[in-house]
């Protein structure tokens, strides 16, 4: 914005005047007077002219401003609207659903199962850990614990035909990660990599630390991806408008989750081949 300076024409000021004051204050330099002369003339009816002029443009900005931020309040009261609605969509009564579980797991043992008990149990933790997720970070203990219920029920599908590695350091089971992070990513390996593959599967679940961060690798020999289909996963991962999208918790869902919560050099990244095989990284910073 240029400023500078102006006289206003008031009918009654001239050069006499000024040099008047000037000798008043015993300023004998001709240069004043000289300054004062190049001073542009403006008359007094457009200086109040520009300043109602500036008035009126800085309360339109202002009332901009209020307009805006009525706007983005509403949008996120219908963000806020629409996630207690598909959150009600989805409410069950846990204790009607735990109980009957409870029945059924009474049920198997009498009359001799004896591999259902230990897939209600799992069952009934991981459906106890999904319901209790309101909290934002947990203990990778914690998560292993998701994981381990949701490896009990998928052997009874599996059997024999995957086999399961797991190297987690004790030193980082109570470095902090988001909830329900790593079981989304295994169960992921599992259905789209393991399922389809028909020779005997391998998944292997790793963590390490890389300097300040925390990095858990997800692998399976299973049916992998073709460029094709790793690409759209990567246009989900990359879009940067997901919120009220992604309702199901899937990888995409965790990737956006570790943004959110620690910046966009932290998520999820893949790595796929045809018949070869997925790799998913999971980066979050190492918080113990």
Known sequence: MATGEIRIDTGTQDARQVLQKVADLNLHDERLLAYYEEIPVKKREKVLLLGETLYAVSNCFLRLGATEAKIQQAETEKA????????????????????????????????????????????????????????????????????????????????DRVQIVMDISCD??????????????????????????????????????????????????????TPQELKKIFDDLNREELQGEVSEIGITNVHTRCRALYGKEYGVSIKSEKNRGTEVALRIPLII
């Not at 850990?129 to 998701?146: F, G, H, P, Q």
């Not at 790593?182 to 391998?202: D, S």
């Not at 998944?203 to 299973?222: K, Y």
């Open 172 to 225: 980082i089971l109570n470095a902090q990660i988001p909830t329900l992070s790593l079981q989304p990513l295994v169960e992921n390996a599992l259905t789209h990599g393991l399922e389809p593959y028909e020779g005997v599967g391998r998944l292997e679940l790793q963590a390490e630390v890389q300097g300040e961060d925390l990095i858990f690798h997800v692998r399976d020999n299973g049916v992998g991806m």
């Open 80 to 159: 806020l609207l629409n996630s207690e609605l598909r959150a009600l969509s989805y409410q069950i009564n846990p204790h009607f659903l735990f109980n009957t579980l409870n029945t059924i797991q009474m049920l198997s043992v009498i009359e001799g199962a004896k591999k259902t008990p230990d897939i209600i149990n799992a069952l009934s933790s991981l459906l106890r850990a999904r319901l209790n997720d309101c909290d934002l970070l947990t203990s990778v203990k914690e998560e292993m614990e998701v994981v381990k219920n949701l490896l009990i029920i998928h052997k009874t599908r599996f059997e």
